[in-house]
């Protein structure tokens, strides 16, 4: 009883011991959309440099691991409460994650200014809250005349000659 009782306070102790070497919440890194970027709506879509928004996290070593049970996404429009966003894909390992989502299904209005956070915590309770604000903007409208780069110098008739039957 007494050698049981002693292996498993000494099993405590290093698990203990090992555990409070983590005091390092997980590091979030938005990669779309940038901060301050402005996505255009083109037709039903909406563009920027990239279709989608995309985030990665990790846990840093020492690692505890990431808690995936912990991940949440938020949408709000800027200074205000952000609602959960749910549908997104995404992938947990033990100490590396990232979502994305198409920005076409997170119901934007045109003309906003909106923030997207990622909340997420690894095992030992270590949080980490990270947000980009965005704007959106109405489709461009194009009102500029096309330009001629280069004319043949015979005229067109050289490339469409007349037919003249």
């Known amino acids: ?82 609602t959960t966003i749910t549908g997104y894909i995404s992938f947990v390992s033990f100490n590396f994650g990232f979502a994305n989502c198409p920005f076409d299904w997170l119901g934007l209005d045109t003309n906003m200014c909106y923030q997207l956070c990622l909340s997420i915590a690894d095992n030992m309770g270590n949080a980490d809250t990270e947000c980009v604000r965005f704007y959106t903007s109405s489709e461009v409208l194009d009102t500029c005349s096309p330009v001629i780069a280069s004319m043949h110098s015979e005229g067109m008739g050289i490339l469409c000659p007349r037919d003249d039957s």
Not at 2 to 21: D, E, H, W
Not at 43 to 63: A, E, K, M, Q, R
């Open 1 to 82: 009883m007494i050698k049981r009782s002693f292996v498993f306070m000494i099993m405590l102790l290093v698990g203990m011991a090992f555990c409070q070497l983590d005091t390092i919440p997980p590091q979030i890194n938005w990669t779309s959309p940038s901060p301050g970027e402005t996505l255009v709506r083109i037709g039903p879509h909406w563009s920027g440099h990239d279709p989608n928004f995309i985030v990665s996290f990790n846990d840093t070593l020492p690692s505890s691991g990431l808690n995936s049970a912990s991940l949440l996404i938020t949408l709000a429009e800027c200074d205000s409460p952000g």
